[in-house]
């Protein structure tokens, strides 16, 4: 486990400068919204946060320490959500077992929280009652009582998969790994009262499982035959149509390389033939799968208007532009940087932000996530290019970028 720690932007004069940010909102871009990234170094155990500065400009403003806030080293935050109202961000923590809660403001840790070995994902539900998080090692979905008022945050329930009964009805379907377990949540995102949690974390021990998440238990089932997702999870704004992404590296044994995404009717949760976009019943993953052109598909994001869905592929470092009207490609995107992994836009349509993987990753297949410029790209939104590379610690190959977050202040 990596044990490198660096607070290159804290030390000295410039950490003055930067404590004294630490509790300013971020500052406007040009149409008057204001927001901040996070970009999370898996490999260092930093958080670095980064404010637009005009003309495809970003300016450090301050940087996290997780190991220094929780006192232990070796946490790997993984990747972070918001609350709705970008008040406090839940960071899940892999190899810490950890879901740590910061309140954005003044980025002060407000609950540390033991919800499980492999805490990939932790999200807030749409009405902030809850987080919800995908920890891969226990294969259970852990719950989160959070109490945003009173800053109080507690474990109230989980749902162990293999355990759940509208699971193991259908347990034949699914293979074991080599620990004996058949399901293993990996990520997810909310659509009309339900969330939807990919398995894995490999391709082959794929699918999806739908949780009511107000009575916190699964409704509905697919086998990894029927949608052999294990990677990303994204509702469209209207939350009328569901997408996943699945993928694997171009050395994977028994595939070979994979790059699929879905698109799922949320009313009927039917997935959508890629042909006529309407909602089929029979089917199999071979018949509503889709073609990302290119090997190990992961991270997407809609841009803010909710106009263009934007996917990568990891180890190709390419990507499509769908229009989610009708699920048709209408662009590629030729570079996103070495080894892409997550993205999420800016709030003005004018970035899409996407982190790059380390020269030594500590998570995914190295074939497809060893990188050579450990950061972020900031790609254009309308230009489809990269406008600038960000390294935050530049030299270090413990420097691993995994998940990222946009923040809006205003």
């Known amino acids: 486990m990596k044990q490198t720690t660096r607070r290159s932007f804290l030390a000295g004069t410039a950490g003055a400068t930067l404590t004294a940010a630490a509790g300013c909102l971020g500052s406007d871009d040009a149409d008057g919204t204001g927001y901040e990234v996070w970009a999370l170094d898996q490999g260092t155990d930093q958080i670095y946060i980064y404010e637009p500065d005009g003309d ?20 790997v935050p993984h990747m972070v959500d918001f609350s709705s109202d970008y008040e406090y961000a839940a960071v899940a923590c892999t190899a810490g077992a950890k879901t740590l809660v910061y309140r954005t403001e003044d980025r002060e840790l407000v609950a540390n929280l033991d919800t499980g070995a492999g805490s990939h994902f932790a999200g807030f539900t749409p009405d902030d009652e809850y987080i919800q998080v995908d920890a891969i090692g226990e294969g259970a979905i852990v719950r989160v009582d959070a109490d945003l008022e009173d800053e109080s945050f507690d474990i109230v329930d989980e749902i162990v998969i293999d355990d759940a009964p509208a699971f193991a009805d259908r347990a034949e379907e699914f293979p074991a790994d080599d620990d004996g377990v058949r399901g293993r949540p990996v990520c997810h995102d909310h659509a009309n009262g339900h969330s939807y949690h990919t398995l894995g974390p490999s391709i082959d021990f794929a699918g999806v ?79 509503v799968s889709r073609d990302t052109d290119g ?106 970028f995994h998940g990222i977050g946009v923040r809006v202040t205003e």
């Open 56 to 75: 495809d400009e970003f300016e450090a403003v301050a940087e996290i320490d997780v190991n220094e806030d929780v006192d232990e080293f070796g946490q």
């Open 209 to 287: 499982v739908v949780v009511d998440y107000d009575a916190f238990e699964i409704d509905q089932v697919f086998s990894p035959d029927e949608i052999r997702s294990n990677c990303g999870t994204m509702a469209s704004p209207d939350e009328g149509t569901f997408y996943f992404t699945a993928g694997v590296p171009s050395n994977h044994e028994e595939t070979g390389g994979v790059g699929e995404w879905y698109a799922l009717d949320t009313d009927t949760n039917l997935p959508l033939d890629p042909e006529t976009n309407e909602p089929v019943e029979d089917f199999s993953a071979e018949d």
């Open 295 to 400: 090997y190990d598909a992961h991270g997407f994001w809609f841009t803010d208007g909710g106009d263009e869905l934007w996917i990568l592929n990891r180890e190709t470092d390419n990507g499509l532009v769908v229009d989610p009207e009708t699920n048709e490609v209408i662009d590629e995107i030729d570079d996103y940087g070495p080894a892409p992994d997550i993205m999420w836009g800016s709030p003005d349509d004018e970035y899409m932000f996407v982190t790059l993987r380390g020269p030594d990753p500590l998570s995914g297949d190295p074939h497809a996530a060893k990188g050579e410029t450990p950061g972020f790209s900031v790609l254009s939104v309308e230009d489809r290019e990269i406008v600038t590379v960000i390294e935050p610690d530049e030299g270090n190959d413990d420097s691993d």
